[in-house]
């Protein structure tokens, strides 16, 4: 059954980072021009689902995954490290990124471009402490 279940928390990790990838640029590039702005609240909205769903699936296969391995509260660690790593990464996203997302977004649907232009520098910047702190949660993984 772990390995199941390593293989479900692998492929959900993957997608919560992998969906990511590509929306900094997508962001600067695309608030620049109220028809592709329009097209990015979109492509936005599916990619926040995407992470949430994502993102709280590699929480629950983690945890499960510590339960069937080591128990809980036995787990080694560098597990606690990236089950923390995983936390801050929500807080992150949580605290900072989804609200420079929601002005980012408010302005396009204002048509005030450079309003929007002006709130991409912190949303990327923390879709990048996100990442960073997945590649750490990953990293915990294998010491």
Avoid: C
Avoid at 25 to 48: G, P
Avoid at 53 to 74: E, F, K, N, Q, R
Wanted: proline share 3%; charged share 15%; net charge positive.
């Amino acid at each position: 059954m772990s390995e199941l279940v390593t293989i479900l928390h692998v492929l959900v990790a993957a997608a919560w980072f992998g969906h990511k990838l590509l929306i900094p640029r997508d962001v600067r590039v695309s608030v620049r021009h109220t028809d592709s702005a329009t097209l990015l609240i979109e492509r936005m909205s599916r990619a926040q689902r995407l992470g949430i769903v994502t993102g709280l699936a590699t929480l629950a296969t983690g945890i499960w995954l510590m339960y069937l391995t080591t128990g809980v509260l036995d787990a080694a660690p560098n597990t606690y490290v990236a089950l923390g790593a995983v936390l801050a990464s929500f807080l992150v996203g949580g605290a900072v990124a989804r609200p420079a997302w929601k002005r980012i977004r408010e302005a396009v649907e204002a048509e005030d471009i450079p309003r929007a232009a002006a709130g991409v520098t912190t949303f990327n910047r923390a879709i990048s402490l996100e990442s960073l702190l997945w590649i750490l949660a990953l990293t915990m993984m294998f010491a």
